[in-house]
Nanobody, 120 residues
Framework: QVQLVESGGGLVQPGGSLRLSCAAS?????????MGWYRQAPGKQRELVAT???????NYVDSVKGRFTISRDNTKNTVYLQMNSLKPEDTALYYC?????????????WGQGAQVTVSS
């Protein structure tokens, strides 16, 4: 059994910064492939924010380009999302996502969600 555990959400003023972390853990040996962050605002569909491959190739939704940075530490099976110049419209529940191979099976996993609120 593999799980993703997020941390780092909170309340921040417009223009501020937050950093989200998401660590994969499990009892058996596993390999983490593509990792990403999604978000869901109240009354809206969940949307992709950013992804990063095992080799570090990144992709961002247009609305966060230049403000958010996704990175990963493969030695810690952890993905990060550095969020700068935050705007009220960035307020959402942020979910970590990853494709993980464990016991010869590759599955898609979700974190529990981290609330990010941008408000003055």
């Amino acid at each position: 059994q593999v799980q993703l555990v997020e941390s780092g959400g909170g309340l921040v003023q417009p223009g501020g910064s937050l950093r989200l972390s998401c660590a994969a853990s499990g009892r058996s040996t596993f390999t983490v492939h593509v990792m990403g962050w999604y978000r869901q605002a109240p009354g809206k569909q969940r949307e992709l924010v950013a992804t990063i491959t095992e080799s570090g190739i990144t992709n961002y939704v247009d609305s966060v380009k230049g403000r958010f940075t996704i990175s990963r530490d493969n030695t810690k099976n952890t993905v990060y999302l550095q969020m700068n110049s935050l705007k009220p419209e960035d307020t959402a529940l942020y979910y970590c996502n990853a494709d993980i191979t464990a016991q010869f099976s590759t599955l898609n996993y979700w974190g529990q969600g981290a609330q990010v609120t941008v408000s003055s």
